[in-house]
């Protein structure tokens, strides 16, 4: 009775911090993040932002002399969350709740955090770090992709600081941007992973840059891998997913690029024979996160997150005749409502950056 008890009493909490965080319209078709619900989930990146240790730094040392840099030494501008993409992810994360609730309580801190870490010389140095010989490939393409999205999301926010903060920027977008050019042309196979090497993930992001910027060579050369990659595909091997650390789902995340490169009668011949009824089905289903403290399995929480965005995005190209669009209109709202609860978990696996995966499936 006491076990019964307590998890009703979760149970109960979980719905009213939901009721608090998000509105629903009337057939839940349509789910909005309230004020309430972006304080919340503020906090969290503001919590590590600026957290050294522990580090993951993926650094491939030349000399002694970096061998030992710390976090903070090798990349001043995005040294906190854990890892350089997550916290390029949380500073993009901050910049879009400020954008979209400008009395956000937290909105000073915001402002605080990218005045101390977007610099001239902070940039400057992360510049330089990409420019190292054992650099080229570094966070090609999960980081690259994530540092185009935060300018993305500065060059259309009108905004004193966030005008200098994006002019302040650009030297280290202008370096991931020719990172791009050299690489697409060369890339003969797509990486079909659900983490961090996922080519559609990253070119989903890219593209979205490319488009606000107004950048046409990015984004003609971005369309031209996606095709070559992805056009011919068949058959996705959904029912093999999900891997045990996924937070991408490789077939959702491909689709929903080829939703974004393709006119909406292509794209729906495309994804008919890219994911059949049996296939989708099997996507639809929740992932088991069975611990949350484990760095990797902790990933699943995100997989939801990610294939929430996928769903909306898929969907909104179907027909409303078509069967698939509710099933996958009603599946993105349990994924949702399932793991959102889940992000402030207590466990820094997953806070340093699930925060970031539920605001971009809540508003993007």
Same mark, same amino acid.
């Given at each position: ?75 001043p501008a995005f040294y906190g969350c854990f890892d350089w ?64 999205? #935060? ?35 060369? @890339? ?13 993930f990253g070119l989903i992001l890219a593209l979205d840059y ?75 289903? #929740? ?8 760095? @990797? ?36 709202? @349990? ?11 207590g466990y820094y696996g997953g806070e340093h950056w699930l ?6 499936? #809540?508003?993007?």
């Amino acid at each position: 009775m006491k076990l019964l008890f307590s998890f009703l009493f979760f149970s109960i909490s979980i719905v009213s911090a939901q009721h608090n965080y998000l509105t629903f319209n009337r057939d839940s078709t349509v789910i909005n993040l309230t004020i309430v619900g972006a304080s919340h989930l503020a906090s969290l990146p503001l919590k590590c932002i600026d957290i050294e240790f522990p580090n993951k730094t993926s650094h491939t040392s030349e000399t002694l002399e970096d061998h030992i840099l710390s976090p903070k030494q090798l990349h001043p501008a995005f040294y906190g969350c854990f890892d350089w993409h997550s916290c390029v992810h949380g500073h993009w994360m901050l910049l879009k709740l400020l954008k979209s609730f400008p009395d956000l309580p937290e909105a000073g801190a915001i402002r605080k955090v990218f005045n101390k870490n977007i610099t001239l010389q902070n940039i400057a140095t992360e510049v330089n770090y990409f420019n190292a010989t054992l650099s080229k490939t570094w966070e090609r393409t999960y980081g690259w992709a994530w540092l185009l999205k #935060l300018q993305a999301e500065l060059i259309n926010f009108n905004d004193s600081d966030a005008q200098k903060w994006s002019k302040t920027l650009q030297p280290l977008t202008d370096s991931i941007i020719s990172r791009w050019l050299q690489f697409l042309p060369k @890339q003969t196979y797509a990486n079909r992973t659900g983490v961090h090497a996922n080519t559609a993930f990253g070119l989903i992001l890219a593209l979205d840059y490319a488009r606000k910027a107004k950048h046409k060579q990015l984004e003609e050369a971005i369309i031209k891998s996606a095709k070559h990659l992805f056009l011919k595909d068949k058959n996705a091997p959904a029912l093999w997913e999900p891997n045990g650390s996924d937070f991408l789902s490789p077939s959702l995340i491909e689709a929903d690029l080829m939703s974004k490169i393709l006119t909406p009668n292509n794209f729906i011949i495309w994804f008919n024979q890219f994911l059949p009824q049996k296939s989708l089905a099997h996507l639809l289903q #929740l992932p088991i996160v069975s611990d949350r403290s484990d760095y @990797q399995i902790v990933h699943l929480d995100g997989l939801c997150f990610s294939r929430v965005w996928c769903m909306k995005s898929i969907a909104k190209l179907l027909p409303e005749n078509d069967k698939r669009k509710k099933l996958l209109q009603k599946a993105a709202k @349990q994924h949702l409502i399932t793991s959102l609860p889940n992000i402030a978990n207590g466990y820094y696996g997953g806070e340093h950056w699930l925060a970031s995966f539920a605001v971009y499936a #809540l508003m993007e």
